[in-house]
Nanobody, 117 residues
Framework: QVQLVESGGGLVQPGGSLRLSCTAS????????MGWYRQAPGKQRELVAT???????NYADSVKGRFTISRDNTKNTLYLQMNSLKPEDTAVYYC???????????WGQGTQVTVSS
């Protein structure tokens, strides 16, 4: 049974940095393409960054040059390094496969990122 657990969010000032982590259990994580998604209040969930099983990455235009997605298959962990954060990056951040799966355990609780002075 799969469970994806996000962590690392928090409150940060504009221009600051955060590193999010997503740990996968009960899975064959290493063969999955993965993604980070986010949902801001009153908005639809959007795809932020993706990474293939072999490490090829892609980013939404809004975060390109500021965010870096990476993975450690030995630890079943996905990361999102977020630099130069802006108030518009405020959202709940989730990890999931790419494309996302809806079975139990794939959409976790997410981790809240708040960018505010």
């Amino acid at each position: 049974q799969v469970q994806l657990v996000e962590s690392g969010g928090g409150l940060v000032q504009p221009g600051g940095s955060l590193r999010l982590s997503c740990t996968a259990s009960g899975s064959i994580f290493r063969i999955w393409a993965m993604g980070w998604y986010r949902q801001a209040p009153g908005k639809q969930r959007e795809l932020v960054a993706t990474i293939t099983s072999y490490g090829s990455t892609n980013y939404a235009d809004s975060v390109k040059g500021r965010f870096t997605i990476s993975r450690d298959n030995t630890k079943n962990t996905l990361y999102l390094q977020m630099n130069s954060l802006k108030p518009e990056d405020t959202a709940v951040y989730y990890c999931n496969t790419n494309p996302p799966r809806t079975s139990h355990g794939y959409w976790g609780q997410g981790t809240q990122v708040t960018v505010s002075s």
